[in-house]
C-alpha cells in the first residue's frame, strides 16, 4: 500500500508544527514549505528536523513557479495549505501583500495540482478563517451563516474559500475549506492577543513587566487549542466527499475573561474598574501561580492592564462565536478535548517557564560579560 504524503504550507507555524508531529503519528511522509529568509524562524519544528519522515522544501506563496516545481517533486496525496498573513491588524498595514499570500496564493496552490496532473489523487484543505464573518450578522455562526468580512485579511480569506468551492465544482476536486475560529497555544505568535496576555501575565507576576496595554476588552471570541484544532482539519479530508466546516469550541469568551483567567494562573487576582478606554485592570490579591515565583505582594493595588486606542482596529470585528454542530456529528471531532480554562493555563505555565529561563539567561550573559570586562579567564 503506497503510502499517505502530505504538504504543508506555513509548516513553521503554530498549526504546521502541531500538524506535522500529528500526521508524523498517523504514519505519513510529511514535506513542508519554507521562504528563504535570513533570519530563522523554525524553532516551532526544530525537534522535527531529522525525523526520517520530515522534510523541508524552499518554495512561495508568491511565487507559482515555485509551487509547481514543488507540487510536481513530492507528487502529494493531501495539502493543508495553512500558509498566510494571518494577524489582522497588519492587514490594514499590509493589505496588498495579504491578498498576494492570502487570497492569490489559494489559488496558485489550487493551479499547481492541476499543472502537474494531481487533480483527481491530492486532496487540498484550505485554512479559512472565523474572520469570514466579521460584522456578523447572526450568532452563532455555522456553515450557513452569511459572510461580511471587516478587514483586509477577511477579505482576502473570502477569495480563497470561494476560489476552492469553484475548483471543487468546476473541476470536481477533492478541495474544502476549514472555517476555524480563533485557536490559540503556547506556539502562537507573540503579537497575538492572547499570547500578549500570558506572556505579560508572566513577567508582570515575575517582575519583568509593569503594565500590559489592550484594545477592545469587550470583543468576543471562540478560542480553542490549535493541537486539537489540527486533528479536525485531517479528518476533514479523510470523508467520503469533500465539504467545508467550521472548526470551534462553541463556547465564547471576552478578552476581558482572558485577561482575567490568564493572570490567575500565574498568581494574580484582577478587578476591572470603568468601561471603554477607561478601563483599567487593578492587582487585589496574589497567589501562588501554576507554576513559578509568587508575585510581590506589592502589586496589591497597582493597575496592571489598562486600555490604548493605538490597539482599536479601523473597523473592529466583535462578536465571533462557531457552532461545531456539523464537524461534531459529521466527523465525530470533540471540540472540547482542551477546555478554554486549560487552554489558558496551557500557555501560562509555558510563559512562566520561558520568562524564567529568560531571565537565568540573562543574568548569566550579564555576569560572563562582566568577567570578561575583568579580564577573567573562563
Known amino acids: 500500500m503506497s503510502k499517505d504524503i502530505a504538504l504543508i504550507t506555513g509548516v513553521t507555524g503554530q498549526d504546521g508544527s502541531f500538524l506535522s508531529e500529528f500526521l508524523l503519528a498517523k504514519g505519513y511522509e510529511v514535506h513542508g514549505v519554507i521562504r528563504r529568509s535570513s533570519v530563522d524562524y523554525r524553532e516551532r519544528i526544530a525537534h522535527l528536523e531529522g525525523t526520517p519522515c520530515f522534510h523541508l522544501h524552499y518554495a512561495d506563496m508568491t511565487d507559482s513557479m515555485s509551487m509547481v516545481k514543488l507540487v ?16 489582522v491588524q497588519v492587514s490594514f498595514d499590509s493589505p496588498e501583500f495579504t491578498a498576494d499570500v492570502d487570497a492569490v496564493g489559494v489559488l496558485r496552490v489550487l493551479e499547481a495540482v492541476r499543472a502537474c496532473g494531481l487533480e483527481h489523487t491530492c486532496r487540498i484543505y484550505q485554512a479559512s478563517t472565523s474572520e469570514l464573518y466579521g460584522k456578523v450578522e447572526e450568532v452563532p455562526q455555522n456553515e450557513n451563516t452569511p459572510f461580511h468580512p471587516y478587514s483586509p485579511y477577511a477579505v482576502a480569506k473570502l477569495y480563497g474559500y470561494w476560489i476552492v468551492k469553484e475548483y471543487r465544482e468546476a473541476y470536481n476536486m477533492y478541495c474544502c475549506s476549514g472555517i476555524l475560529f480563533n485557536h490559540e497555544s503556547e506556539r502562537r505568535g507573540e503579537t ?11 513577567r508582570i507576576a515575575q517582575g519583568k513587566q509593569e503594565k500590559l496595554f489592550l484594545g477592545n476588552m469587550s470583543s468576543l471570541r471562540d478560542w480553542g487549542y490549535a493541537k486539537d484544532y489540527v486533528e479536525c482539519m485531517w479528518l476533514i479530508l479523510q470523508q467520503e466527499k469533500p465539504e467545508d466546516f467550521v472548526i470551534a469550541t462553541g463556547v465564547q469568551h471576552s478578552v476581558r475573561e482572558f485577561a482575567y483567567q490568564a493572570f490567575k ?19 487585589v490579591s496574589v497567589h501562588h501561580p501554576i507554576v513559578g515565583v509568587k508575585p510581590s505582594e506589592t502589586l496589591v493595588g497597582k493597575v496592571l492592564i489598562e486600555v490604548s486606542e493605538d490597539f482599536y482596529r479601523p473597523t ?42 529568560d531571565s537565568v539567561a540573562s543574568t548569566v550573559r550579564t555576569n560572563l560579560a562582566e568577567y570578561l570586562e575583568k579580564g577573567v579567564v573562563l
Open 265 to 283: 494562573a500565574a498568581g494574580i487576582e484582577l478587578k476591572f474598574e470603568g468601561e471603554g478606554l477607561y478601563e483599567k485592570g487593578v492587582c
Open 316 to 357: 473592529d470585528v466583535v462578536n465571533l462565536w462557531g457552532d461545531p454542530t456539523k464537524a461534531k456529528t459529521k466527523l465525530g471531532w470533540n471540540p472540547q478535548t482542551t477546555t478554554f480554562d486549560q487552554l489558558v493555563e496551557i500557555m501560562v505555565k509555558y510563559d512562566m517557564q520561558k520568562v524564567a529561563a
Open 72 to 87: 510536481g517533486k513530492v507528487k502529494p496525496t493531501e495539502i493543508y495549505n495553512l500558509a498566510a498573513q494571518s494577524h
Open 192 to 202: 497575538f492577543v492572547t499570547r500578549k496576555i500570558t506572556l505579560a501575565a508572566a
